[in-house]
């Protein structure tokens, strides 16, 4: 296997006596996308400021492209890309001066008209920057993090705001970076973007990586689920024989749903048991879990675990 491009061990980090990170591991392979998700205040921000070479941590080590991101900051520098939360550019300039300002900073930079066409603003490029949308404003952070053709791309929360249309767009460049050999770390709080984008997943909690690994990994933790409306008159004892766990609480809302690792088995079972009783299903659905899930497993154990 290739080298990392990204290699954290024992990561920690303090501001002051609070630890916001409590020790975690990952690896980022070539080419790859990896999604950092996690609860507000999980620690996902100050890791990826600890990547980016903003952040120095309190124990643990860290390599970006084969070096520490803090120490060889002037090599790594100009090898990322990094669009923050928050975008600090000066708001008098227009748009093509924010990106031609920009990249006489980058080493292999792109085409002014080239970037501002990939985020669908070239009819904007004489506005001033202040007087962008929101989401135009994600998608010039998102121009000029990209302008040096960068072999990492950190990216947080790069799709917050944006409408369905400019996100889908996000991810369009997105999976053509990656398709270049771009590596790119994300964090965002839209699942269905990581289920969309990500090959490794890790899912952070109070400063710790509860769950980690290949999107499918992942998805495979959680049990599957069938789910209908509670059928008239149908009591707890009368329900259907499957392996599968029923979920008390939702009965009490009117609801039956079944975790199950046995989908399939679990699911005949279930429209057997329907069709012997001559009861009609309302509203339902069986499925895979999904990250959603998983992500809702994580923050329910901590909470109970508490
Ligand atoms: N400069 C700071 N001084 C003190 N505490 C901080 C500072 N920055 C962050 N924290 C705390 O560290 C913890 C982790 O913050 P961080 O911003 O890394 O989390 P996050 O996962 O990015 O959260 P969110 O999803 O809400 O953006 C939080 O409890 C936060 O309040």
Redesign the pocket.
């Known amino acids: 296997m290739n080298e990392p491009v990204i290699d954290v061990v024992g990561l920690r ?1 303090r ?2 006596g ?1 630890e ?2 409590r020790g975690i591991d990952f690896v980022v392979q070539p080419g790859e996308l990896f999604a ?1 998700l ?12 600890v990547l980016e070479g903003l952040r120095t941590p309190s124990a643990g080590s860290v390599r970006v492209l084969g070096l520490d991101p803090a120490a060889d900051r002037a090599r790594v520098r100009p090898r990322t890309g990094v669009m923050l ?1 928050e975008s600090g550019f000066p708001g008098d300039l227009t748009v093509r001066e924010a990106v031609t300002l920009w990249r006489g900073l980058t080493s292999r930079p792109s085409q002014v008209d080239e970037s501002l066409a990939m985020v669908d603003l070239s009819h904007r490029r004489d506005v001033r920057v202040k007087a962008l949308s929101g989401g135009e404003r994600r998608r010039l952070d998102l121009a000029l993090a990209t302008l040096g053709r960068p072999d990492v791309l950190f990216l ?2 790069p799709t917050t705001g944006l409408d369905p249309e400019s996100r889908a767009r996000t991810w369009r460049i997105l999976r053509d970076l990656l398709a270049h050999g771009t590596s790119i770390v994300l ?1 965002t ?1 839209y699942l269905e973007e990581a289920e969309n984008l990500a090959h490794r997943i890790a899912i ?1 909690h ?2 710790r990586i509860e769950v980690s690994g290949s999107l499918v990994d992942v998805l495979e933790r959680e049990a599957s689920r069938i789910c209908f409306t509670r059928p008239d008159g149908v009591a707890f004892p009368g329900l259907p024989g499957v392996a599968g766990r029923i979920d008390p609480d939702a009965f009490r809302k009117g609801r039956i749903e079944i975790r199950t690792r046995v989908l399939q088995d679990d699911l005949a079972v279930v429209l057997r048991w329907a069709s012997d009783h001559g009861i009609q299903l309302g509203r339902l659905r069986a499925h895979h879990a999904s990250l959603a899930d998983v992500f809702h497993g994580v923050s329910h154990h901590a909470a109970v675990a508490a």
């Open positions: 980090c501001y002051g609070f916001a990170v950092l996690g609860t507000n205040g999980a620690g996902k921000t100050t890791t990826m400021e939360q947080d929360e964090t709080h952070m109070e400063g």
